[in-house]
């Protein structure tokens, strides 16, 4: 029984590892890896891409806020983005991600996001990802 077990678990182990490294060799348009994201981008506190994939372009609108442009086969308005800030922002600061981005002119691939220290906009590089 021992025996049994042990094969089954090398052989799940196995399969596991070579899809994962089947998934991961894909690179994304400005060299971002997300083999299970649809987009993503690192952005810095101007608004320019350090890398990104499945993002098209990215514009900052004023003090903190982002509009960024998806490609055409993701509907933001279905999607569930997340975004975060990046290390070297203030401690303070905070950023908010807004599937309807109606400021950012056609909402159905842009996402918005918001930025800021306190009750005020302020530039903060980030992170975004749409799983």
Do not use: E
């Not at 690179?27 to 499945?54: E, F, H, I, L, M």
Request: proline share 4%; net charge positive.
């Amino acid at each position: 029984m021992r025996t049994k077990l042990t094969t089954v678990i090398l052989a799940t182990t196995l399969t596991g590892g070579a899809l994962c490294a089947g998934t991961a060799a894909s690179a994304g348009t400005g060299g971002a890896q997300g083999p299970y994201a649809r987009a993503a981008a690192v952005v810095n506190a101007d608004g320019s891409v350090v890398r990104s994939k499945g993002v098209i372009d990215v514009r900052r609108l004023d003090a903190g806020r982002y509009c960024i442009k998806l490609d055409a086969d993701i509907d933001a308005t279905k999607a569930v983005p997340v975004a975060t800030k990046r290390w070297g922002a203030p401690w303070n600061a905070s950023v908010f991600v807004d599937d309807q981005a109606s400021q950012c002119g056609d909402s159905a691939n842009q996402i918005l996001i918001g930025a800021g220290n306190g009750s005020a906009g302020a530039d903060v590089p980030f992170h975004v990802i749409v799983p």
